[in-house]
């Protein structure tokens, strides 16, 4: 993706922490028909030296024989976005903009069914999203659990290339910055007052700077 370096996350710890908040994803992968996407929850593995991204689809979904076809695939992690009006700035000749998270992890996919390799990736999808209803999934007859089982194909990305995109008013003044994060930051809409939560994580408030 185009990421001027005012825009660019340089930390990977910064990279993955958005991963693990914003894990409701978007897969991609190309056909001959071409793009080919399924919006879907991903479990994010991160290790020193290998990141890995594992999930399923139904079986009914085509997208799992896609990616059988071809392995390269992206994942696209998206999170708050908001407006910015130009009120937040200080001089007059300005435009609007937008300000946003994405981050783009390009890899090779691998596809599995067989019950045992569906149950792991249940376990940490339910251990991630819902750790209570682990009791209540075991509690299903053996027949009933099969039966889903049946209906869903996993896979796990092996990351290749991670590329992220902080587009939070970096390349505006400390007094724009600390304006844009107090405007979003009042909007009862967590898609945007969540940009307004990013920038002071990533220090761009100057109030902060100030205590």
């Known amino acids: 993706m185009y990421i001027p370096e005012h825009f660019r996350v340089h930390d990977h710890a910064d990279a993955i922490a958005f991963m693990h908040a ?12 071409g793009p080919f996407a399924t919006h879907l929850p991903v479990f994010v593995s991160a290790t020193e030296n290998n990141l890995v991204l594992r999930g399923h689809v139904a079986k009914a979904n085509p997208h799992w024989r896609h990616l059988e076809q071809n392995p390269a695939c992206l994942t696209i992690f998206h999170g ?3 407006f910015v009006s130009t009120s937040n700035y200080v001089t007059r000749e300005n435009v609007p903009t937008w300000n946003y998270g994405a981050v783009h992890a390009y890899g090779n996919a691998r596809t599995f069914a067989s019950p045992e390799d569906l149950q792991g990736i249940l376990d940490q999808l339910i251990g991630t999203f819902e750790p209570a ?9 053996e027949t009933y659990r099969e039966r889903m089982l049946s209906h869903i194909v996993g896979f ?13 008013s970096q390349n505006r003044t400390k007094e724009e910055q600390t304006n844009v994060i107090t405007s979003l930051g009042k909007a009862e809409d967590t898609a945007i007052s969540g940009v307004s939560r990013l920038m002071r994580q990533q220090g761009l408030d100057m109030k902060k700077e100030s205590k």
Do not use: M, R
């Open 80 to 82: 708050p976005h908001a």
């Open 133 to 141: 209803y682990a009791d209540q999934w075991a509690s299903f007859s």
């Open 156 to 168: 796990e990305i092996a990351v290749t290339k991670l590329e992220a995109k902080f587009k939070l």
């Open 22 to 33: 914003n894990p409701f994803a978007i897969l991609i992968s190309s056909t001959d028909e």
